[in-house]
């Protein structure tokens, strides 16, 4: 049961324009959301969360926004570097499972000079 | 903040044969987890532990998976003979009881041969 959706599995951008990254998910008792970036054979890092009171949260050059009706976030990334070139994993979690994760499949992102 | 360590980075084993991973985490995390990713997949929740206590396991962890946290500090995966469905890259990850990030360790690259 895939709870937690990224229905693009690559997105390939220019360098210096905008990243969109969709996610989005089914069970409405998710209240807390995490972006993270993974490299090829290194663990995920954290990039940027959002609460579920929120709507937007901004990070530097990452911007994580939360429609709670449509079930849906994105995270926006400007502008895109070349380092940016990932694949980006959406995760969700309950407050009273802290930190039991569940993720997206992720998103293959390409930044081309 | 010296992150979450896990040993060893690779692993081969011959099916049959039985493995232990080690994971440290952040010091002042007292959550724990362990994660499974394959590839072109989102990491699976596997187990996770509160201090030294093992909070939940999932169905994914058959009876041939084992986690302990004997003095709240650093955990052990031991997994009992085997099989190659058990490839996948096996991540650790730290965080607070409350709130805060999930941070990931880099990873054992598990290969059953």
């Known amino acids: 049961d895939q709870q937690v959706k990224q229905n693009s599995p690559s997105l390939s951008v220019q360098e210096g324009r905008i990243s969109i990254l969709n996610c989005d998910y089914t069970?409405?008792?998710?209240?807390?959301f995490l972006w993270y970036k993974k490299y090829p054979a290194e663990g995920p890092t954290f990039l940027i969360s959002i609460s579920s009171i929120k709507d937007k949260n901004e990070d530097g050059r990452f911007t994580v926004f939360l429609n709670k009706s449509a079930k849906h976030l994105s995270l926006h990334i400007v502008p895109s570097q070349p380092g940016d070139s990932a694949v980006y994993f959406c995760a969700a979690s309950k407050v009273d499972s802290w930190g039991k994760l569940q993720f997206g499949a992720g998103t293959q992102v390409v930044v081309t000079p | 903040d010296t992150g979450v360590s896990q040993d060893p980075r690779h692993k081969i084993t011959k099916r049959g044969q039985n493995v232990t991973f080690r994971c440290d985490p952040i010091?002042?995390?007292?959550?724990l987890y362990w994660y499974r990713q394959t590839l072109g997949q989102g990491p699976e929740f596997l187990t996770y532990f509160q201090n030294e206590a093992q909070l939940e396991k999932s169905r994914l962890l058959s009876d041939r998976f084992s986690a302990e946290r004997p003095k709240g500090s650093f955990s052990t995966l031991e997994i009992q003979r085997t099989e190659q469905g058990d490839s996948a890259m096996y991540l650790c990850?730290?965080?607070?009881?409350?709130?805060?990030?999930?941070?990931f360790g880099s990873g054992t690259r598990l290969t059953v041969v």
């Open positions: 010091s002042e995390h007292n959550r």
């Open positions: 990850a730290s965080s607070l009881v409350m709130g805060g990030d999930v941070r």
């Open positions: 069970n409405s008792m998710f209240d807390y």
